[in-house]
């Protein structure tokens, strides 16, 4: 079976900061499909698009008022994590981190910081990679050249 997660946002002006997720499953060799999908402007079509997906994991960014992540916690069955995205609507991003976050008891929404879709790449990576080692392999990999990278750039201060 292929591992799959899917790329939710709310809009189009979302989609540079949650392609970098995108980039990350690439690198990893996961298999997404990416959806501008409103929780507020297209409510009917998230929900019909979260019933029939057959995704493992779900990432889900937006901005402002950010319900969408939660939207598809309170639909689906599978983790879902959230990106609070500092549109510009938005107050610094915190109104969105506090819109994802603060979900109610029952309807988790794992939430990374503000704007680092790359970090919600990298944990729905991190996810599949328990019972797929393949994308195991590759996250620690990814672990390894994050960490030599660290030991050139302190050899690098002498
Ligand atoms: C949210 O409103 C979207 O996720 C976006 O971050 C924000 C602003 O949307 P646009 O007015 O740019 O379409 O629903």
Sequence with gaps: MTNKVSILM???SDLEIMKKAGEVLASMGIDYDINI??????P???????ENSTSDVFIAGAGGAAHLPGVVAGITTKPVIGVPVNATISINGID???SIVQMPPGVPVATVGIDNAKNAGILAAQMIAISNQNVHDKIVAFK???????LASNDALV
């Design 44 to 50: 009917h079509e998230t929900i019909e698009f979260v």
């Design 96 to 98: 969105s981190l506090l």
């Design 10 to 12: 709310g809009s189009k």
């Design 37 to 42: 999908l409103s929780a507020h402007r297209t």
């Design 144 to 150: 390894k050249e994050q960490h030599d990278t660290v």
